[in-house]
């Protein structure tokens, strides 16, 4: 740190040391050589060396005169110690007004001129450090903001959103395969391994012309035009037509609760079912199951249409009555209820389940919508995604709210007007996210949509610093953000500009 003004020091001794005409600056100084003849800088003539800056132009391009005002269109450089070397009219030259800050131009006018280069030099050195201060801290909270947004999206990509979409789709498919199977081995009423026209019949829920019956041709058309199917091509083919409709015979919804426990005779009516408690649940399930085909084989043909309201009579004996739907929805034993039971509650954890995935999914659509925003080239800008700025004028509040829109509301009410929504960075093609733009806002009076420009500025705050229409019904806003800075050098900014001293 201590090398560096001495560093600066050093060409400027030189500098002064370096005999010149006035006016001549140091990377012109070798054209004038007092040895010899000069040429003019256009080698439109070569003068004696002693009409050079002797108060009258010789050198069409003026080179001979670049310390008096003798050529029109000649020019002086002020050496400007301390701060910038300039380039002055040569007609600026003694014309009383002091134009080089160390006051070289008026050498001959009367006029003094105090040497304001250092003073220049040092408030300018203060500026420069004050935006590179800005830059670094505002580089420095960029980098946490890209830090979070990292953070952020694993959490919402890891447990928040929970597994993947791919692992979500893989479920679902596996589920939907196990549904299917399922409804084809219960539609496979004579169980040969295809679900033929007549078994597809039995199931008036499905029915597509609202007659409330399965015709041949319905049966036939859900199949494909195919007299039955096998497992994989209901699953392929024939599945997704009616999963929607399907129900399920073991889990009637609208089975009316059986009222009366007339149970033992229809069981015991099952010789080859066995009964005692001790069994297993499993032969116990089978054994209802069982029950059920066999009902439903007996009275197919009269279940067939229709799904007849008539509750059982609670006090009837079931079984000689009528061999209908009392017949279908028996009063169940306590095993059979048992099941039932079982599997409504097992039907309420995969409505649940299902409820859940859809939620899920919706997440992570929410989420894919969100980061299918660029964020810039690390995110750094994915913190202004649901924040509004706002800007207020003498009219107007103007507000920003990034990624969404931008709009202007008069302050003495009424409602606000839209200057635009997101559309795209907008920077040039090197900087890209320099700019944003937002289009089609509310159309103006016989002229185009509004539409805004936000330029971002880097600083350590967020915030509109600027509002301005530049040309009709197109905006121009200014903001700050730390997103926009850029990374800093790593030492502070060497000399550049004073190079020349
Ligand atoms: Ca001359
Ligand atoms: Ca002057």
């Known amino acids: 740190m201590l090398l560096l003004p001495l560093l600066l020091l050093l060409p400027l001794c030189w500098a002064v040391e370096v005999k010149r005409p006035r006016g001549v600056s140091l990377t012109n100084h070798h054209f004038y050589d007092e040895s010899k003849p000069f040429t003019c800088l256009d080698g439109s003539a070569t003068i004696p060396f002693d009409q050079v800056n002797d108060d009258y132009c010789d050198c069409k391009d003026g080179s001979d005169e670049p310390g008096t005002a003798a050529c029109s269109n000649g020019s ?47 408030k300018e050195r203060e500026s420069l450090q004050q935006m590179a201060e800005v830059t670094r801290e505002g580089f420095r909270l960029k980098r946490i903001l890209i830090e979070d947004w990292k953070k952020a999206r694993e959490e919402k990509q890891g447990d ?34 295809a679900v033929s026209v007549a078994e597809l019949q039995t199931h008036p829920e499905l029915d597509t012309d609202g007659d409330g019956a399965v015709s041949e041709a319905e049966a036939q058309a859900l199949l494909g035009g195919d007299a039955q199917t096998d497992a994989a091509s209901f699953h392929d083919r024939v599945w997704a037509a009616i999963r929607d409709k399907y129900r399920s015979e073991a889990l009637p919804d609208d089975l009316p609760a059986p009222s009366a426990p007339d149970v033992t005779e229809a069981k015991e009516e099952q010789p080859p079912v066995p009964s005692p408690p001790t069994e297993e649940e499993e032969e116990e399930e089978e054994a209802a199951e069982d029950e059920v085909e066999e009902e439903e084989e007996e009275d197919e043909s009269e279940v067939l249409g229709e ?21 279908k929805m028996p009063p169940y034993d306590e095993q059979t209820q048992a099941f039932i039971d079982a599997a409504q509650e097992a039907r309420n954890k995969f409505e649940e389940a299902e409820r859940s995935l859809k939620d899920m999914e919706e997440s992570i659509r929410n989420l894919e919508q969100e980061i299918s925003f660029d964020f810039g080239p690390s995110g750094e800008f994915a913190y202004l995604y649901s924040q509004c700025y706002e800007l207020s004028t003498n009219e107007y509040v103007y507000r920003l709210c990034p990624f969404k829109l931008v709009s202007q509301k008069p302050k003495l009410g009424g409602s606000p007007t ?84």
């Open 76 to 122: 002086f450089h002020c050496t400007n110690t301390g701060y910038k070397p300039l380039y002055v009219p040569s007609s600026r030259v003694n014309d009383g007004i002091c134009d080089c800050c160390d006051g070289t131009d008026e050498y001959n006018s009367g006029i003094v001129c105090e040497n304001t280069c250092k003073e220049k030099g040092r």
């Open 160 to 193: 928040g959103a929970g597994p993947s979409t791919e692992q979500l789709a893989a479920s679902r498919a596996q589920r939907e395969r196990e549904l299917a199977a399922d409804a084809f081995q219960e539609l496979d009423d004579d169980m040969d391994g």
């Open 307 to 327: 799904q007849p309201k008539e509750a059982p009579p609670p006090l009837a004996p079931p079984q000689p009555a009528s061999p209908s739907e009392e017949d």
């Open 418 to 501: 839209n200057l635009g929504t997101w559309g795209s960075w907008a920077g040039p093609d090197h900087d890209k996210f320099s700019a944003m733009k937002y289009e089609q806002g509310t159309g103006c009076w016989q002229g185009p949509n509004r539409s805004t420009t936000v330029r971002l500025l880097c600083g350590k705050e967020t915030m509109v610093i600027s509002t301005t229409e530049p040309s009709r019904c197109e905006y121009l806003m200014e903001l700050m953000t730390p997103a926009a800075c850029p990374e800093p050098p790593p030492e502070p900014p060497a000399d550049g500009d004073h190079d020349e001293l």
